[in-house]
């Protein structure tokens, strides 16, 4: 079951005020613009023992994303292609509204947002997963691990699972007799092919202000908050309303231009990811 | 197999209908006995029922809001409601189409009037041939004025898809899985709001806008239905 | 752990002495006998994806069973045996006592005891059930859901699975190379072979009466129920009593009796789904 | 296979009982130091573990009724007493054999003497060589009565059969796989009352009076035991 | 996670004044040496239909073993060895404490000392389990049913465990043609292959005192104990420290000693076990 | 295998490292912004992090002591941290680290100046190759300290492994699965205690405690280099 939070932290509304009296001068408190997200850092190659991975911080929020792969049997219905599988975990540490346990309702809407948006473009090349047609294929998982949250876990996963698998190296293996496929771990075949970047960009919605980049304040006194993907073309490949305040449709159209905008932001750190990379 | 369920030299799709033309729809109220209000509604085959219990105590004290009512959304698929039959546990689809069908509602609802209790909805898909969401939605938001629930507006719901580069109304199970695009979209259309928006597939930005008017036309005939079908039952009651 | 049922609504004395002076009359709050089950009405094929389906209204209470099948491997010890596999939920939108989650004890009594009824008698034919001898057979699902909790969901919910297990079409299916069954959902091959017709009788025991199909307010007031499950030739294929309070052994040969003769209207509405099926 | 566990021509089953003979039977109460009250059953080779605890504070402070006592029971299987190795995991089974003997026991014991407290049973099936529940239900009321707690009656239980057409009582697990009847029956004989009753299988009217009669008969002598080894406990305890 | 007790019963100031006054004189409140297990009883063979058991009484600690086998795959990187599984329950019966549901940290950590015992020793001779080589082994599960817990769970259990093993006899089995393995449940093939002997000595550090077997009064005002593992040539072949109390390096010494000498208690029941077995 | 890991001519490991030397070690404190203190701490490979939530109000009413704090804490790995991924549900050994790593922090805070609260402590494996315990509570207590809370004193972390024979400080996971034993030891130097110890494989007297005196020794020098990136924090605060 979903349930209202009821455990969210009060934001004072003299503090709501500050917040909007800035915006209305077109600011943040950190001095950024409405329209601009935070200092963006990505590091690529952070854990040498994962095939791929990513650190991202955006401005405190910290996103850590792994990548594992394992050699498995494909999807009946699609006998020649790798399988792609999106996880996300609210670890505790990342915030002292986290618990431990099973990814609970925003973890999942994270991870399958996520998915969604890198599987309707086809961002990563699922047919050059596969070892032996019809019977086995890579099975690329993506862990992404909330480290600390401070708003927008949306952007910041999405650019760290586009690093993680941008830095991805296949490993060896081996074909036993048997039929059994033997993963050489900690060599470095090729890369994974990653066809599409995708960005998502979180805008939200305070008083009568779309700002990009929440944090976590901004989250909690947001009406709701719109997230839009894009791929490198700018086509929308995703999009999900999260927050239960209600969206005009002019909100939205306003939503789309800004975020494109911002995209390119994010578009231009992933480039280099992708160009540091080989 | 994408061409047999595109659009045909007619304009029209694999069951005849034109692009911006819904599935027959049904929608009836008060159908269950124990519940505080129910809706049962249906679109082509897709068939949803929704039950209201509350506003009532917490089966957990602390799960209270001292200023309002804390409202609960289930979104369950009934095992026998898909081709290969569904278990019964929550899957992770559930558990996020829950979410969002509670954010759906939440701000409709007067939850102001009832501080310190929860309002509980289940939805229950019984068959699912596409759009059970916007069903679900549609039926919830029926069992909530049936329960007399004080809301600001009714919310309906349908989802746009993409068939074939055209841009279709509430598709069905099999445009859906060879569909280009489906974007579910939820309104209060007496507020002019959009409660729930989702996209899953590629579109450009004139398509999202586009699409969002085709739904929101749809969506206002939805809600015109609902307040019919609640004012019939009203009439019902007190004669 | 069972635990005590602590959570039951309290029926006022008033309103249960009510109950019994109308019963000292024999009859109850509708009019109806204490020996006549309530208003039933059974609709088979309401669902038009399942393999099978029935809706059963018996008074204000409603249940709705399901049938799917699909092929699978047959347990090691009956090689040449379908598998049949009855599952109740009770699904929260049925009564204000009902929460979301896996099946509790009531559930799982209400499937045991509809199980138990159809497996001893054979009352479904699993030797049909076979695709290929040893390697493929039918599982046939009966998913259970009691939408409507007015009482004696033994009886609704069996009615439920005999209609709808009585109007179940099997699929055509195509054998691959590979050996692998695929199903063609939405074709109608051929009719379940039902070969016997089973039902519940619930009486429950209030006061110094034995009623039959007591409603939810009755079940709360009774000092236990007893189900007797009958073939149609009237054998006694099932027993259970549930709830704590005591049972006088010349209870139990009335209640034989008394459930007999109310079995009749249950078997007559099943041949009606019967007759009407074909 | 049948042949084998019926019943040969002096009328004996496939141990050499009679069809109205019960296994050895063996009771022992006290056995457990922590424990309210204990007691082990065997029927055969079949071996019961009951403990109770309480009256206690529940763990969980909502369970509670203002005016009399909950129980609690749960039958639980150990993992080495079947062939194959059970899963430690509560089976289907389980609980449905944790409601019934419960249900079994719940109102010979004069709970209304301990409002707002919990009651625990846990019934331990150490070895399962048929008739556990059974067993079960005789060692629960002997832990119960060993703890001290005021009971209207003492419940033995024990199950009735059908082999190759004839009623037998005390099923072991060879006859309750060959059989065609599986019949257990709890009750409390200085009550007159039968507290658990159920059926597997299929018995004509008749033969279904004829086996209660052989069940109540053999459960007076259950009680009669439990009794003497209760007052053999006593008198330990007094010495 | 683990959360720091806070359901321990509270044992009264007076009452640990009184063991340490008897501690200062060498004994316990039975009689026996600060430094000399409780009573021992093992009684192994009390399940006929288990392929091995025993139950084990250290004062009014009762643990009940039960040793069962099944057929199954091996491990791929052992494809010549059986499998030896340890698992523990704390059954609610046992304690006022343990509560109904899967293993919890303490169950947990027993289970893996004893296992861990057992496997860096190779007490169970893996090799000899093996069906058909690469294809079926023995896998032996050993159930430790906690049923009476008046302290030293590890100790009674090692035992119990021990003790089962040597009366662990296999049944005889069938390889079917499809290359299935039949159990023949109720047969007795060959005795399980035991080739060492392990025992775990648990000390606990009381006041100044390090005090052998203790119960679990001892248990709860104790700063921490120290379970140490041996095998019969007395080499260390596990430790564990248990409880939050810090202990000193001289300590560890004493224990060492202290426990090399109450093994031989141990040893010697389990040697009777042994010889009065075959 | 073993003789590639084992001690090379030289007396040197597979690594190039001496029997009693450890991997490359680095400390950092305050590395989250929310967490109450938090520490990551690298072994060569093996990275951890841990965060320190607390003192604060239990979720749970009931899990408060009135004397003190409660300690909770979780050592947890990511599932990218090993080499075939790790499913993120706690498996056995996570369940028994936590609580191990759990005692040999407890005595060393002074809880008794919070009572009624919880103190969390969340240790999250990022990369895994050998000694994540060790690396686990060096961090644990770094994150402890740099919440403010006050400690008796400092717990460092090591294993001692034996490989071919020879006693070796924190072994890596090559070493580890190739070794004959491995034997972690946590202790509080400045208490002269050791608050963790365990063997996983088989040593002599002799050999424990020689092992011991090594990773005491070693645990010294980490509970300096603690000190002193604690002050290098506090200094930055301060300025």
Redesign the interface.
């Known amino acids: ?4 939070p ?1 455990k969210l932290p009060v934001v004072p509304a003299l503090k709501r005020q500050s917040y909007l009296n800035l915006y209305k001068r077109g600011v943040r408190e950190d001095g950024r613009s409405i329209r601009a997200p935070r200092q963006l850092e990505i590091k690529v190659g952070v ?4 095939e791929g ?1 990513a650190l991202v911080r955006l401005g ?1 929020t ?1 996103v ?1 994303a ?3 792969v ?1 050699a498995t049997s494909p999807f ?1 219905d699609t006998p020649n292609q790798g399988v792609l599988v999106v ?1 996300a ?1 609210n ?6 509204m986290f ?2 346990g ?1 990814p609970d ?2 973890a ?2 994270l ?2 947002v996520i998915d ?1 948006s890198l599987r ?2 086809r961002a990563v090349d699922l047919e050059a997963l596969v070892l032996r047609p019809g019977e086995k294929v890579w099975n690329v ?1 993506v ?1 992404v ?1 909330v ?4 708003g927008n876990l949306f952007d910041a996963s999405m650019l760290a699972t586009m690093a993680a698998l941008l830095s991805t190296e296949l490993p060896d293996f081996e074909e036993l007799e048997t039929g ?1 496929v033997v993963v050489k ?1 900690g060599t470095k075949g090729r890369r994974l092919k990653v066809d599409h970047s995708v960005v998502t960009v979180t805008t939200a919605k305070v008083g009568n202000y779309i700002i990009v980049d929440p944090n976590f304040e901004e989250e909690v006194i947001s009406d ?1 908050r ?1 997230v839009l993907s894009f ?1 490198e073309n700018l ?15 002019e909100e ?2 306003e939503a ?1 231009k800004v975020s ?1 905008e911002a995209s390119q932001i994010y578009f231009k750190a992933l480039e280099q990811v992708r160009g540091g990379g080989k | 197999m994408k061409a047999k369920v595109g659009i045909d030299e007619r304009g029209l799709r694999h069951d005849g209908r034109r692009p911006d033309e819904m599935r027959p729809v049904s929608m009836r109220v008060g159908v269950l006995a124990n519940a505080s209000g129910s809706a049962m509604v249906e679109f082509g085959k897709t068939k949803v029922l929704a039950a209201v219990y509350g506003p009532r105590e917490p089966t957990q004290r602390f799960m209270v809001l001292p200023e309002k009512a804390i409202l609960r959304v289930r979104y369950h698929m009934a095992p026998f409601s898909t081709a290969e039959r569904k278990n019964p546990a929550p899957s992770r689809r559930e558990v996020e189409l829950s979410k969002v069908i509670r954010e759906a509602l939440e701000d409709v609802i007067i939850t102001s009037e009832y501080p310190r209790t929860v309002i509980d909805v289940f939805v229950e898909v019984l068959q699912a041939d596409g759009g059970t969401r916007a069903a679900g939605i549609t039926a919830a938001s029926l069992a909530l004025a049936d329960a007399g629930l004080p809301m600001k507006a009714l919310v309906g719901s349908v989802a746009v898809g993409k068939i074939s580069g055209t841009l279709v109304l509430d598709v069905d199970e099999t445009e859906d899985s060879a569909g280009e695009a489906d974007m579910p979209v939820a309104a209060a259309p007496d507020l002019g709001l959009i409660t729930l928006f989702q996209l899953n597939g590629v579109l450009t930005e004139e398509e999202v806008n586009r699409g969002l008017s085709m739904a929101l036309k749809a969506i206002e005939q939805l809600v015109a239905m609902q307040k019919s079908v609640l004012r019939q039952s009203y009439e019902v009651v007190e004669e």
Chains 1, 3, 5 share one sequence.
């Open positions: 079951m979903s349930v209202t009821f854990l040498e023992k994962a991975s405190n910290q850590l792994g990548v594992k394992e009946k996880h975990e670890v505790p540490l990342a915030s002292p618990e431990p099973p309702e925003n999942i809407e991870a399958r969604r309707e473009v998982w862990d691990y480290l600390d949250h401070d059994e771990r709701y719109l791929d086509r929308i490949v995703g999009a999900q309303k999260t927050g239960s305040g209600g969206m005009r449709a939205l159209q789309i494109k």
